[in-house]
């Protein structure tokens, strides 16, 4: 069952493709009263002018497809893993972010890095691939992305944090004490990757060149 959020995504893509290819009268009428229907709840949700909505979602019209974003999940050279605590809900994640035009994961996740920590390293392996939508993050409606495992840092790496996040810490994947983290998403299992991936091997070599 879609959450309330994830079902007006799902109408508005919809009605933005349908607009973009039908050609019938009674169609685009259709498509256009879906758009109003979400544009209204959005509104009504978001307190934003309803006009101003719709006209900023017709500015979208073509085939709508998931955002795609990166993972750049960073260790040191003990093993730990790099969080940072998001400055909008203190949550703690890994640094990520979305892939920009004209860039590929690999390429993403090293800008993400160095943007997020000052870090400067590059991604070792895909270590998993995820689909996510508004009931794991209500802020994302729907998402694929890819975990990059990035190379090691040295464990005196300096931290220079952006204006995303407030704080970070190091922590061991393999502690006990990682429920105790208030997590932001799926974030969590990354770890499960992290594991997998160092005991057993299994992962997919990136390669964007």
Known sequence: MPSRIAAYEIIKSIALEGLNYATNEYD????????????????????????????????????????????????????????????????????????????????????????????????????????????????????????LYMEPVPVDSAIQLSHEHTDYQWIDPYSDNLETIDWYGTSDEVIKDVIKYRESGQFVQPDFS
């Open 28 to 147: 685009i009428n259709r498509y256009q009263r879906l758009l109003d229907i979400v544009s209204k709840e959005y509104a009504d949700l978001t307190d934003h002018d309803v006009a101003l909505l719709k006209e900023r979602y017709l500015q979208d019209i073509d085939v709508q497809t998931p955002h795609a974003g990166v993972l750049a999940v960073t260790a040191d050279t003990r093993g730990h893993l790099l969080i940072l605590k998001r400055s909008d809900n203190g949550l703690w994640c890994h640094p990520a972010g979305w892939i920009d035009f004209g860039e590929n994961p690999f390429e993403a996740a090293i800008r993400e890095l160095k943007e997020e920590t000052g870090l400067i390293s590059k991604p070792q392996a895909i270590i998993g691939l995820l689909s996510i939508g508004a009931e794991e993050y209500p802020m994302i409606l729907h998402q694929v992305a890819l975990r």
